[in-house]
């Protein structure tokens, strides 16, 4: 099979792993701190592609120096990164972290606590984690591979990453590295480069709408005039995700077709 | 020391640190040990995993200091989320670099850190006492100022020590046992092995020496003491057996024959009992 038909055949998985590779273009010698499947093929995209100055660990204390398929050990190690130096390198700002969300709004508030009441949560999750001081020193992004009105919220029940508005609410010491690029859904690209920071869509992947988007989505989003869709992966883009950073399609199990 | 006699230190209402992070290298004999004494009503202090869990589940904790529990690979602790809807106990709820430097402070012997993470976050709703801070110098940065964790006791588990409490890590992450140890007025390691000093640099570098005695008040020889977290290099985590334990988790009827089983009698008793649950799930 020639790889140069390949482009129209992209999955919409594929189409998320290539959206997640853009949000680390241009960003030059930091560490990629993707959390998903989906976000880690695509931070190993980008250092196969248009940014092979990343860093990339394996997903403990170990920086790798190859880009290994998903799930396969690493034959380079370039580096140690165990839990305490990772937090302290959050605080450099030299990371771009990607994180899932739990709830987000449109400010870009996330939850990943519990939901309901906190003192007595309907149901608890993973806890805060490192979501307040991720989204204070380094730039944040947030992956949600379903996004419905469940996760799009008008309001978040526990302040985990902080959003524009809290930031700016809680002054300068707060807003100083705050930084939320993007919000990267099975559905499009978001971010919140309007004049009140709230969430934008920028780009839909092909084949979804913007009334689609807007059902799935529980407050007013801004929508541009014109919105362009996702752009395509290359034939060679499309080589490297299927061939060798994820032969075993992990990335299908986290997208639905 | 034995892990009884270690837990025959402990007082009800402790303080206690437990070292490890989520479902890796946790002092697992130590917390099976407590959960046979009648020690509660303790204040822990945990990159929460299964030792949460556990004491949660027994009705152990009054009060929890962490930013998580999980099981890594499984990414929801069960016992904890259930505890947690009941509202069994009280949480403080940091952020994961908070726990750090409140640690840190601890060992420091200062009141507080400063830190930027927890501001305009609900880290700060959800927790009324904590306080800023504002620089005394010319930026007048307002910080987070995080109050020391300052622990009666501290319980972790490495790969080996000696007999005097050197603790010596081999896996690739020392996570943050050692501020765990500095941050307690005792602390009580358990290991793999027990080696003679002389031993210890061996086949790793100084490096690995994580623990100083001075920090260590009693070493246990505990091998497979961190079971079902893993420890690197000495075992793997016991995916089945975690998986059992998540199941379990989830039915009273199932958790009472998971304890009656696993958790009834000693630890000698638990590892032939995890052996047998092997060897049926290898027949």
Same mark, same amino acid.
């Given at each position: 099979m020639s790889g140069t038909d390949t482009t129209t055949t992209a999955t919409r998985a594929e189409y998320c792993v290539v959206a997640c590779a853009e949000a680390w273009r241009d960003a030059g010698e930091i560490l990629a701190g993707p959390m998903g499947t989906v976000p880690m093929i695509g931070a190993r995209l980008a250092k196969r592609t248009f940014s092979p100055d990343l860093l990339l660990t394996d997903g403990e204390a170990l920086l790798i120096g190859d880009v290994p398929a998903v799930g396969a050990a690493p034959g380079v190690v370039e580096g140690w990164l165990p839990y305490r130096q990772h937090l302290a390198l959050v605080t450099t700002g030299r990371r771009h972290v990607m994180m899932g969300a739990s709830q987000l709004d449109r400010h870009g508030n996330q939850n990943i606590s519990c939901i309901g009441d906190w003192e007595r949560p309907r149901r608890q999750l993973l806890g805060v984690r490192g979501a307040p001081v991720n989204t204070l020193n380094n730039p944040t992004s947030y992956w949600v591979p379903r996004h419905s009105p469940r996760v799009f919220v008008e309001r978040v029940d526990m302040v985990c990453g902080v959003g524009y508005d809290r930031a700016a609410a809680a002054g300068p010491s707060a807003t100083r590295y705050h930084r939320i690029p993007d919000v990267i859904t099975d559905l499009g690209v978001f971010d919140f480069e309007t004049p009140d920071r709230t969430m934008r869509l920028r780009s839909l992947h092909p084949g979804v709408t913007v009334d689609e988007v807007r059902a799935a989505t529980g407050f007013a989003l801004h929508v541009p005039g014109e919105v362009p869709y996702t752009r395509d992966p290359s034939a060679e883009e499309l080589r490297l995700i299927r061939e060798e950073i994820d032969p075993r399609g992990l990335r299908d199990r986290e997208v639905r077709a | 020391m034995t892990a009884e006699e270690v837990v025959g230190r402990l007082r009800s209402g402790m303080t206690i640190g437990i070292g490890g992070w989520g479902s890796r290298r946790k002092p697992m004999a130590l917390v099976r040990a407590l959960l046979r004494s009648d020690v509660t009503d303790l204040t822990v202090v945990s990159y929460g995993g299964p030792d949460v869990g556990l004491l949660a589940a027994a009705g152990r904790i009054r009060k929890l200091v962490a930013a998580f529990a999980t099981l890594d690979s499984v990414p929801l602790e069960p016992h904890f989320g259930a505890a947690r809807q009941r509202a069994a106990f009280e949480l403080v709820e940091l952020d994961e670099a908070m726990m750090m430097w409140g640690l840190t402070a601890a060992v420091h012997r200062l009141p507080f850190m400063p830190v930027r %993470?927890?501001? %305009?976050?609900?880290v700060m709703t959800v927790n009324p006492e904590l306080r800023t801070v504002t620089s005394p110098y010319g930026d007048r940065e307002e910080l987070v100022a995080v109050p020391a964790l300052r622990l009666d006791a501290a319980l972790v588990h490495l790969n080996r020590a000696d007999a005097h409490g050197n603790g010596q890590y081999l896996g690739p992450d020392p996570y943050f046992d050692d501020l765990f140890c500095e941050a307690a007025d005792t602390a009580y390691v358990s290991c793999e092995r027990i080696v003679e000093t002389s031993e210890l640099l061996k086949d790793a570098g100084p490096q690995t020496l994580l623990l100083k005695r001075a920090f260590v008040d009693g070493v246990v020889e505990a091998p497979n003491g961190a079971h079902f977290t893993s420890c690197a290099p000495d075992h793997e985590r016991d995916e089945a057996f975690q998986r059992h334990y998540v199941d379990a988790a989830r039915d009273p009827e199932a958790w009472r024959e998971f304890t009656a089983r696993f958790l009834s009698g000693g630890e000698d008793a638990y590892q032939a009992a995890v052996a047998a649950f092997h060897g049926e799930a290898g027949a």
């Amino acid at each position: 099979m020639s790889g140069t038909d390949t482009t129209t055949t992209a999955t919409r998985a594929e189409y998320c792993v290539v959206a997640c590779a853009e949000a680390w273009r241009d960003a030059g010698e930091i560490l990629a701190g993707p959390m998903g499947t989906v976000p880690m093929i695509g931070a190993r995209l980008a250092k196969r592609t248009f940014s092979p100055d990343l860093l990339l660990t394996d997903g403990e204390a170990l920086l790798i120096g190859d880009v290994p398929a998903v799930g396969a050990a690493p034959g380079v190690v370039e580096g140690w990164l165990p839990y305490r130096q990772h937090l302290a390198l959050v605080t450099t700002g030299r990371r771009h972290v990607m994180m899932g969300a739990s709830q987000l709004d449109r400010h870009g508030n996330q939850n990943i606590s519990c939901i309901g009441d906190w003192e007595r949560p309907r149901r608890q999750l993973l806890g805060v984690r490192g979501a307040p001081v991720n989204t204070l020193n380094n730039p944040t992004s947030y992956w949600v591979p379903r996004h419905s009105p469940r996760v799009f919220v008008e309001r978040v029940d526990m302040v985990c990453g902080v959003g524009y508005d809290r930031a700016a609410a809680a002054g300068p010491s707060a807003t100083r590295y705050h930084r939320i690029p993007d919000v990267i859904t099975d559905l499009g690209v978001f971010d919140f480069e309007t004049p009140d920071r709230t969430m934008r869509l920028r780009s839909l992947h092909p084949g979804v709408t913007v009334d689609e988007v807007r059902a799935a989505t529980g407050f007013a989003l801004h929508v541009p005039g014109e919105v362009p869709y996702t752009r395509d992966p290359s034939a060679e883009e499309l080589r490297l995700i299927r061939e060798e950073i994820d032969p075993r399609g992990l990335r299908d199990r986290e997208v639905r077709a | 020391m034995t892990a009884e006699e270690v837990v025959g230190r402990l007082r009800s209402g402790m303080t206690i640190g437990i070292g490890g992070w989520g479902s890796r290298r946790k002092p697992m004999a130590l917390v099976r040990a407590l959960l046979r004494s009648d020690v509660t009503d303790l204040t822990v202090v945990s990159y929460g995993g299964p030792d949460v869990g556990l004491l949660a589940a027994a009705g152990r904790i009054r009060k929890l200091v962490a930013a998580f529990a999980t099981l890594d690979s499984v990414p929801l602790e069960p016992h904890f989320g259930a505890a947690r809807q009941r509202a069994a106990f009280e949480l403080v709820e940091l952020d994961e670099a908070m726990m750090m430097w409140g640690l840190t402070a601890a060992v420091h012997r200062l009141p507080f850190m400063p830190v930027r %993470a927890g501001l %305009a976050s609900d880290v700060m709703t959800v927790n009324p006492e904590l306080r800023t801070v504002t620089s005394p110098y010319g930026d007048r940065e307002e910080l987070v100022a995080v109050p020391a964790l300052r622990l009666d006791a501290a319980l972790v588990h490495l790969n080996r020590a000696d007999a005097h409490g050197n603790g010596q890590y081999l896996g690739p992450d020392p996570y943050f046992d050692d501020l765990f140890c500095e941050a307690a007025d005792t602390a009580y390691v358990s290991c793999e092995r027990i080696v003679e000093t002389s031993e210890l640099l061996k086949d790793a570098g100084p490096q690995t020496l994580l623990l100083k005695r001075a920090f260590v008040d009693g070493v246990v020889e505990a091998p497979n003491g961190a079971h079902f977290t893993s420890c690197a290099p000495d075992h793997e985590r016991d995916e089945a057996f975690q998986r059992h334990y998540v199941d379990a988790a989830r039915d009273p009827e199932a958790w009472r024959e998971f304890t009656a089983r696993f958790l009834s009698g000693g630890e000698d008793a638990y590892q032939a009992a995890v052996a047998a649950f092997h060897g049926e799930a290898g027949a």
